[in-house]
């Protein structure tokens, strides 16, 4: 099992930046790829940004390609994912995951693991 935290969701303008983080404890950290979703009212859950185990590969929607940065930091047992040039569009609860299973890194059914979740909320 992994246990999954997640923090720094809060209230921002549109232009600014918000620095999420998700603190693993349980299993080894560095085993398991990492990504963020997220979910906004009456939508579905959306992916957001992936990162393999050592950090090496990452990937993100295209929908903030440049905008946001994923990263993690093994020794902390942490994930990251800076964001930056927030939109209003970027509102959602995002959750982070790890992935245990063989499966598309896009797709939430194959992560094992998630967080509870931090608002962002994004506004005009």
């Known amino acids: 099992q992994v246990q999954l935290v997640e923090s720094g969701g809060g209230l921002v303008q549109a232009g600014g930046s918000l620095r999420l983080s998700c603190a693993a404890s349980?299993?080894?950290?560095?085993?398991?790829?990492m990504g963020w979703f997220r979910q906004a009212p009456g939508k579905d859950s959306e992916f957001v940004a992936h990162?393999?185990?050592?950090?090496?590969?990452?990937y993100y929607a295209d929908s903030v390609k440049g905008r946001f940065s994923i990263s993690r930091d093994n020794a902390k047992n942490t994930v990251y994912l800076q964001m930056n040039t927030l939109k209003p569009e970027d509102t959602a609860v995002y959750y982070c995951?790890?992935?245990?299973?063989?499966?598309?890194?896009?797709?939430?059914?194959?992560?094992?693991?998630w967080g509870q979740g931090t608002q962002v909320t994004v506004s005009s």
């Open positions: 995951a790890a992935k245990a299973r063989v499966g598309s890194d896009y797709e939430a059914r194959s992560y094992d693991y």
């Open positions: 990162i393999s185990w050592n950090g090496g590969i990452t």
């Open positions: 349980g299993r080894t950290f560095s085993n398991y790829p």
